[in-house]
Nanobody
Framework: QVQLAESGGGLVQPGGSLRLSCVAS????????IGWFRQAPGEEREGVSC????????VYGDSAEGRFTISRDKAENTVYLQMNSLRPEDTGVYSC?????????????WGQGTQVTVSS
């Protein structure tokens, strides 16, 4: 019954902003860390950001740090990714996933993704 659903993607010009949402059902953000991932055309999926279930600590990939902000709303069981100063290389399908195991972390329950296209 675990399901993650992304939304908020779209077409945006370089320098623009988007806010992605990841709504979780069947899981609690009190117990699952949530990560955002990007898969660019012809490339493998890579991690963008993650927020911890226990203390809210956030981590960012090198390309995201300083431009993106991950946050969570436990009341709405939603994780957000605020994306500012977007660049064409940010283009890709953005998916969220739940961390179902740690040491090392393992992600599962992938959403179907939302397309982000940064272009003039």
């Amino acid at each position: 019954q675990v399901q993650l659903a992304e939304s908020g993607g779209g077409l945006v010009q370089p320098g623009g902003s988007l806010r992605l949402s990841c709504v979780a059902s069947g899981v609690s953000l009190d117990y699952y860390s949530i990560g955002w991932f990007r898969q660019a055309p012809g490339e493998e999926r890579e991690g963008v950001s993650c927020i911890s279930s226990s203390d809210g600590v956030t981590v960012y990939g090198d390309s995201a740090e300083g431009r993106f902000t991950i946050s969570r709303d436990k009341a709405e069981n939603t994780v957000y990714l605020q994306m500012n100063s977007l660049r064409p290389e940010d283009t890709g399908v953005y998916s969220c996933a739940a961390e179902v195991a740690a040491r090392p972390p393992l992600y599962d329950y992938w959403g179907q993704g939302t397309q982000v296209t940064v272009s003039s």
